[in-house]
């Protein structure tokens, strides 16, 4: 059969979703590298700070903190690719990862901005009461986003009430793949859940034939139950899969 693929609008709203499982990518000899230089600058910052004599002490740890973060950032954007990501031209690395629910980006901009100055204007480095809240800023950056560096595979949502058998129960997998980013979804939603037209706030997804072993090809969605469809679509535009993007960096955080 040849592939017939249409086009669907899924509605991303998963507040009465249930997580069923998941699983996680391992990180690679590369990963743990990254990982460790980035630890290894906010180790060198934090005692830097801690046995501060002068306004050099100040002027290293800021340095170093800005290390580490950009560090951080480099590896990040190794596994997901940032520039793919439309909304990433207007609001930078950081912007991207606030709007995904990672972070919040503010005193990491400032912190930026500080180092700049401070290595490009010679301006005068920030107190070593400032320095020593930068220290803890960074270090919850690092932190915060340590499981990002093992990314999610795949998350299984339950929807509805009952059991299983039960007319108004649905389970959905997530499958990610981040470079290029491609989010696969496959499973039973609820009727409700899907849209033939466009809604404001759903995600157009393009579904495919289902392949089953015993019954072959299956168009999708098709109705298994009075209150379920099976569905066998994907998302890989950059610019829709932030939903599902955050349901996956949630199940981590």
């Known amino acids: 059969m040849g592939e017939k693929r249409k086009s669907w609008w899924f509605c991303v709203d ?5 997580l069923d499982g998941s699983s996680r990518e391992g990180m690679g000899g590369k990963g743990v590298d990254l990982k460790r230089r980035a630890d290894s600058s906010f180790i060198h910052a934090e005692y830097r700070i801690k046995n501060h004599l002068n306004r050099f002490d100040r002027i290293d740890a800021v340095l ?9 950032l480099d590896h990040l954007n190794a596994i997901y690719n940032f520039k793919q990501y439309p909304q990433c031209r207007d609001q930078g690395w950081l912007g991207l990862l606030e709007s995904w629910g990672v972070i919040r ?9 500080l180092r700049n100055a401070v290595e490009h204007d010679n301006a005068e480095p920030p107190s070593l009461e400032e320095c020593q809240d930068y220290c803890e800023v960074v270090w919850w950056f690092l932190r915060g986003t340590s499981p990002l560096l093992a990314p999610v595979k795949d998350v299984s949502l339950v929807f509805g009430n009952g059991s299983e058998t039960s007319p108004r129960h649905a ?3 997530l499958d990610f793949c981040y470079d290029p980013v491609t989010v696969d979804l496959w499973g039973h939603v609820l009727p409700e859940m899907l849209s033939d037209s466009p809604i404001d706030g759903w995600v157009q997804v393009q579904t495919q034939p289902h392949r089953w072993a015993s019954d072959g090809d299956l168009e999708t969605p098709s109705r298994v139950r009075p209150g379920a469809l099976c569905i066998d679509a994907n998302v890989s535009d950059p610019g829709l899969v932030g939903p599902f993007l955050e349901i996956a960096f949630k199940e981590l955080l």
């Open 14 to 18: 998963f507040a009465d979703a249930s």
């Open 64 to 72: 170093a903190l800005k290390r580490a973060m950009q560090t951080r």
């Open 105 to 113: 980006q503010r005193m990491l901009r400032r912190m930026r901005q």
């Open 171 to 173: 389970g959905l997998s």
